[in-house]
């Protein structure tokens, strides 16, 4: 997903880095990574998600930052303040930013990013409730500074400002009506800010950046980055070994073995602020009733899930707060072990009974659920075994199959689906209010439209907390409810496996979306 989206390509570890520290950079290297789709050069573009994400981050910086910590540290801007009340955040901007055409970065690109695509709810931007939720304006105070006026507090706003929130070109849209469909920036051309600049598109097969020479940091090390257009995984696997890409996730934990093999290569593993899930559309009455919920995941097997598709490289998950938060995660909330009979017993107390040909009856209907899903991944296997699952305990599961952009549209965009198996990778902050609260179903991130207005008030007092102590009690509080709710039916928290090759060097083994914005830092060997 998004934000995933994405799933995954995790920086190398530190300690290749360090000792690559001696090795000689090659001053005209470039490096070669994968991408599932062509990709949108717009991070807020309602069909930019995993295939464009870490490209619009090599393009477009955000205000902040990720450090080690994933706490928010300066990008575009150097430093920050909240009011007393908490609904005023100012920002000091760094002075002689420029984008690549030579023009400078200002207060007004700022404000033009926010106003006029995030905040305007008829353009339905990527992640724009997120923002629309709180912000309700972007005030160019002067060249280098900005104010967010909020209608309520936001406590991890800087967090959120380095989370795929990238700061556009004023004066590139300048006449342009529908953002979405300007063309020559979105999809060929656009001016950047970042340490790269787009110098070739090929549809379906390449984008080609070469070094951006207007970057306010220090000179990107690496002379370009290209992506290919590659939607396989085993494809992806076959040019990593053959050395014509440097990287990529392996979305198949069954290859980790055979890049272990190859000399060249290396395998970070990882853990990240990710979660997997079946989104039950509740929308659908049959799926606004917990039990039902709770039953559905009572039938689901993950621990052999685990097993079977990611290799052991997870655990079964509790929440949409990962274990990677170790002052917020809570593990003593309700739990779900594979209980194929509580499952049956859970339905018939809601009224579903075994029909003639043993598929659950309510009311003179079959329980059958359309389940689309994407060939992405293992999204497909992860569904097919989600069916049979199902199909034991009287749920019928009619699985269609489509490629990402498409699945994005229906499921995503239209939320025209009963139940289909995604995951969400966040801020690694535990404020989970874009994806649950009540006024993001529908339009926002709350992909399962979700409203509990008691869950929304946890969201809320979460965001007004400011010490450490009254934000974890909260949080607990609010893990324990969704645990029992279940907005989304948990599966697990991934491991992220990535393949590269040993040549590249320079990345600071954080996350994926924290490495892509230190690219100035990375080089290959000679």
Do not use: C
């Amino acid at each position: 997903m998004k934000r995933t989206r994405t799933l995954t390509l995790i920086a190398l570890s530190l300690s290749l880095a360090g000792a690559a520290s001696a090795q000689t950079a090659d001053p005209s290297g470039t490096v070669t990574f994968v991408t599932t789709a062509d990709p949108t050069f717009n991070p807020w573009s309602p069909n930019a998600f995993v295939e464009s994400n870490l490209i619009n981050e090599l393009l477009f910086p955000g205000l902040t930052r990720w450090d080690k910590d994933l706490k928010p540290v300066p990008d575009l801007a150097t430093s920050w303040k909240a009011s007393s009340d908490g609904l005023k955040w100012t920002f000091t901007l760094r002075k002689n930013v420029k984008w690549s055409d030579g023009k400078p970065l200002t207060a007004d690109d700022v404000a033009f990013t926010f106003n006029d695509l995030v905040l305007k709810k008829e353009l339905g931007a990527n992640q724009g409730s997120t923002w629309r939720n709180s912000v309700t304006k972007v005030n160019a105070v002067n060249p280098t500074t900005v104010e967010f006026i909020l209608s309520r507090p936001w406590a991890s706003l800087p967090t959120y400002l380095a989370y795929y929130a990238g700061i556009l070109p004023k004066h590139a849209f300048a006449g342009v009506t529908d953002p979405w469909k300007f063309t020559a920036f979105n999809k060929q051309n656009p001016i950047s800010s970042g340490p790269f600049k787009i110098s070739q598109v090929v549809s379906g097969a390449t984008v080609r950046m070469v070094r951006n020479d207007n970057y306010w940091g220090e000179r990107p090390k690496l002379q370009g980055v290209t992506f290919k257009v590659v939607p396989d995984s085993n494809a992806q696997l076959a040019q990593l070994l053959s050395g014509d890409v440097d990287q990529i996730a392996i979305g198949n934990p069954e290859t980790v073995d055979r890049v272990k093999s190859s000399p060249n290569l290396t395998v970070d593993i990882a853990t990240a602020n990710i979660y997997y899930f079946v989104a039950l559309n509740q929308d659908d009455p049959r799926f606004k009733d917990a039990r039902v919920r709770q039953a559905l995941l009572y039938a689901i097997n993950r621990p052999a899930m685990i097993t079977s598709v990611l290799k052991g490289y997870g655990q079964v998950a509790t929440g949409p707060i990962a274990p990677i938060q170790k002052s917020f995660y809570n593990a003593k909330v309700q739990q779900y072990p594979y209980d194929p009979a509580k499952a049956k017993a859970l339905l018939a107390q809601a009224g579903w009974k075994p029909g003639p040909d043993g598929t659950l009856m309510k009311d003179g209907k079959p329980f059958v659920i359309s389940m689309p899903t994407a060939s992405y991944q293992q999204l497909v296997p992860i569904s097919l075994l989600v069916q049979q699952y199902w199909k034991d305990i009287g749920v019928k599961a009619e699985i269609k199959t489509m490629d990402w952009n498409s699945y994005i549209q229906q499921v995503i965009v239209k939320r025209d689906y009963q139940a289909s198996a995604a995951w969400w990778s966040t801020p690694a902050d535990p404020d989970v209010l874009p994806y649950y609260d009540s006024s993001a179903a529908n339009v926002g991130n709350n992909i399962p439209n979700y409203k509990n207005p008691k869950l929304d008030t946890l969201l809320e007092n979460g965001r007004k907390a400011s010490s450490l102590v009254a934000r974890r009690v909260v949080y607990n509080e609010a893990q324990a409810l969704m645990a029992k709710e279940l907005p989304y039916l948990y599966l697990w928290y991934p491991q992220s496996i990535t393949a590269s090759n040993k040549r590249v060097q320079g990345m600071r083994g954080i996350t994926q979306a924290a490495d892509f914005q230190y690219a100035n830092e990375w080089f290959v060997t000679k």
